[in-house]
């Protein structure tokens, strides 16, 4: 079955400790990326990834790291998580950065930082 | 200013109705424009992308572009109890220094509730 996954699905952590969401995706695509989601503020992006050790900032990408070593993951990185980051996040994927029309989403992340 | 701007809602329309849903986009290079519906605890799924002006057909669903006037729309004809949910306008923008083909812009989402 074609599918994004991403874990963990639930999160409470406290301030400061680095913590990493992975994302996988199962469908050879080569355009990944990470959005967050707030009440009232819609989905923004945070970081996108066009192939294998090529990734961009998106529209918010303070306090997080990404990294693409291999097609099929790209997880966030947040090295020092501070409450303001507490979000439902989203990783998506697509096959190309030109077919955004085929853009998968995963499951959701819920995270509390406390 | 703001990239994407939805009509804030919340819509509610009667069963049988034609929900309308409107986003415009700031002015730039915009490549690409997508509806996307989300239920309450999911993640998005793609309804409708559309890449040049004019309408585009599926379904029960319309989507209608207007560059000229930055301007998109998703008309959904005989709406059902089902569409409840919120609907988020998306817009691959480019012209911005470097390439940004890669980016995203959302709007802020619609919330729309049919009753039977």
């Known amino acids: 079955e074609a599918q994004v996954t991403q874990n963990p699905r639930y999160l409470i952590t406290v301030t400061g400790k680095k913590l990493t969401v992975t994302c996988s995706q199962n469908?050879?695509?080569?355009?990944m990326s990470w959005y967050r989601q707030d009440p009232g503020l819609g989905l923004r992006q945070i970081y996108y990834?066009?192939?294998?050790?090529?990734?961009d900032k998106g529209d918010v990408p303070e306090g997080y790291k990404v990294s693409r070593k291999e097609k099929r993951n790209f997880p966030l990185i947040l090295e020092s998580p501070s409450p303001n980051q507490t979000s439902l996040y989203f990783c998506?994927?697509?096959?190309?950065?030109?077919?955004?029309?085929?853009?998968?989403f995963g499951p959701g992340t819920r995270l509390l930082v406390l | 200013q703001k990239e994407v701007e939805q009509n804030s809602g919340p819509l509610s329309v009667p069963e049988g109705a034609i929900a309308s849903l409107n986003c415009t986009y700031s002015?730039?290079?915009?490549?690409?424009f997508f509806w996307y519906r989300q239920y309450s605890g999911k993640s998005p799924e793609l309804i409708m992308s559309?890449?040049?002006?004019g309408d585009k057909e599926d379904g029960r669903f319309t989507a209608q572009l207007n560059k000229a006037s930055q301007y998109v729309s998703l008309l959904i004809r005989d709406s059902q109890p089902s569409d409840s949910a919120t609907y988020l306008c998306?817009?691959?923008?480019?012209?911005?220094?470097?390439?940004?083909?890669?980016?995203?812009?959302f709007g802020r989402g619609t919330q729309l509730t049919v009753w039977p």
């Open positions: 998506a994927s697509s096959l190309s950065v030109g077919a955004m029309k085929t853009q998968y």
């Open positions: 469908m050879n695509h080569e355009y």
């Open positions: 990834s066009m192939n294998v050790e090529v990734t």
């Open positions: 002015d730039r290079v915009s490549q690409s």
């Open positions: 559309i890449y040049s002006n």
């Open positions: 998306a817009v691959n923008i480019d012209g911005k220094e470097g390439s940004t083909l890669g980016r995203l812009y």
